[in-house]
C-alpha cells in the first residue's frame, strides 16, 4: 500500500505568489544614498590599482569585500584586434595580456586563492568564463573552498563564424560563495532564472579594451549579489564596467587592472556617470511575471466587487 501524499494546507492558486511577491531587499533612493554615504572602510575606495590583482589582493586587509566581480583573461590566443571579430582593430586599446593555456590552471589557482582571505563571510564571488578553460575555473573554486550557488548563462546575441562547430555565443558566469549557510543573494524578481538573455552592444568608433562586458549584465549581477553601501571588488578592471556599475547603483568599488594604457578610458567611462544615476528601488522596476499576475488578480477582484454590488 503506498503512502498517501500530503494534503496542501491551503488550495493552490496559480500566480498567487506572484501577485504578492516582494523583493527580499529594498531601498528607496533616498535610503540607498545614505547607506552608500555613511558607509566606512579602514582603507579608501573608488581606487584602481595599476598592477597584479594577485599580488594587489595580499595587500587587501582580511574580511573586506562584500562582493568579487571578476572576468579574468580566458586562456585563448587573442588580442581583440582579429579581423573575425568584425571590428577597427584602431579602436582596441594596446597592452592586453593574455595568460598563456600552459600556465591558465596556476594563474587561476593563483588569483581565486587570495578570495577567501578577504572576502566577508556573507560575501559572493561571480566569475565570468568562457568554455575552454571553465575546468579551471572550477576546479580552483573548488580548491579554495567556494561553494558554487549557480552556474548561470549569459546568452548574447552573435558569435565567430564556424564551418565545423556551432557557433559559441554565451558565457558563464559562476556564482560562488564563502559560507552556503550565510550569503547575501537579494532574490529581486519573482522567478530568476540562470540563463541570462543579454545583448551585446556594437560601440562603433570608441576606444575599449580587448573586451568589454555590457553594463547591463554586470548590474545585474550587483543588484542581486550585494546592498547599496557595500564595496565590490574586480581584480580585472578592463574597461572600468563594473566601477561604473558600482558608482551608478550607489556600490563602492576598488580594482586593479595591470594594463595602465587602459586608465585614461576607465577614467573618462566614470565621469560620464552620476552617482546613483541608474538606482531605482526594485519594486518599481518591471517584472513581467509579476506585472501580469497582479493585473490577473485586480481584474478578478474588481469583477467580483461589481458582482456584489449587483446582488445587492
Avoid at 584602431?90 to 600556465?103: P, R, S
Avoid at 546613483?276 to 485586480?298: C, S, T
Wanted: charged residues 30%.
Amino acid at each position: 500500500m503506498q503512502p498517501q501524499k500530503e494534503k496542501r494546507k491551503r488550495k493552490y492558486v496559480p500566480h498567487k505568489a506572484a501577485a504578492s511577491f516582494e523583493p527580499t531587499y529594498d531601498w528607496s533612493k533616498e535610503e540607498a544614498k545614505q547607506k552608500y554615504e555613511t558607509q566606512k572602510f579602514p582603507f579608501d575606495v573608488e581606487r584602481i590599482f595599476y598592477s597584479d590583482c594577485i599580488k594587489g589582493m595580499k595587500t587587501i586587509p582580511e574580511k573586506s569585500i562584500d562582493m568579487v566581480l571578476a572576468d579574468p583573461p580566458f586562456g585563448l590566443d587573442f588580442s581583440g584586434k582579429e579581423a573575425i571579430y568584425n571590428r577597427d582593430s584602431n579602436n582596441v586599446i594596446e597592452g592586453y595580456e593574455e595568460v598563456d593555456i600552459e600556465d591558465y590552471s596556476n594563474f587561476t589557482n593563483e588569483w581565486i586563492g587570495e578570495l577567501p582571505r578577504i572576502m566577508k563571510r556573507d560575501a559572493g564571488v561571480w566569475i565570468f568564463s568562457g568554455w575552454t578553460n571553465l575546468k579551471d575555473v572550477l576546479y580552483a573554486l573548488d580548491k579554495h573552498k567556494l561553494e558554487i550557488i549557480n552556474h548561470i548563462i549569459w546568452k548574447y546575441q552573435f558569435g565567430v563564424f564556424t564551418k565545423r562547430k556551432f557557433v559559441t555565443s554565451h558565457y558563464h558566469i559562476l556564482f560562488a560563495v564563502k559560507d552556503k549557510k550565510s550569503y547575501f543573494f537579494n532574490k529581486f524578481e519573482h522567478y530568476p532564472q540562470d540563463v541570462w538573455l543579454i545583448n551585446r552592444k556594437y560601440m562603433p568608433n570608441t576606444k575599449k579594451n580587448a573586451t568589454k562586458l555590457p553594463v547591463d549584465v554586470v548590474m545585474r549581477c550587483i543588484d542581486f549579489g550585494s546592498e547599496p553601501g557595500d564595496l565590490v571588488l574586480d581584480p580585472f578592471m578592463g574597461n572600468g564596467t563594473t566601477a561604473v556599475a558600482a558608482k551608478c547603483s550607489f556600490r563602492h568599488y576598488l580594482g586593479f587592472e595591470i594594463n595602465d594604457v587602459l586608465k585614461e578610458i576607465i577614467d573618462w567611462n566614470l565621469k560620464q556617470v552620476k552617482l546613483g544615476e541608474l538606482y531605482q528601488p526594485y519594486i518599481q522596476r518591471p517584472d513581467e511575471i509579476v506585472q501580469n499576475a497582479k493585473e490577473k488578480f485586480q481584474k478578478s477582484d474588481s469583477s467580483r466587487t461589481k458582482l456584489t454590488d449587483y446582488l445587492k
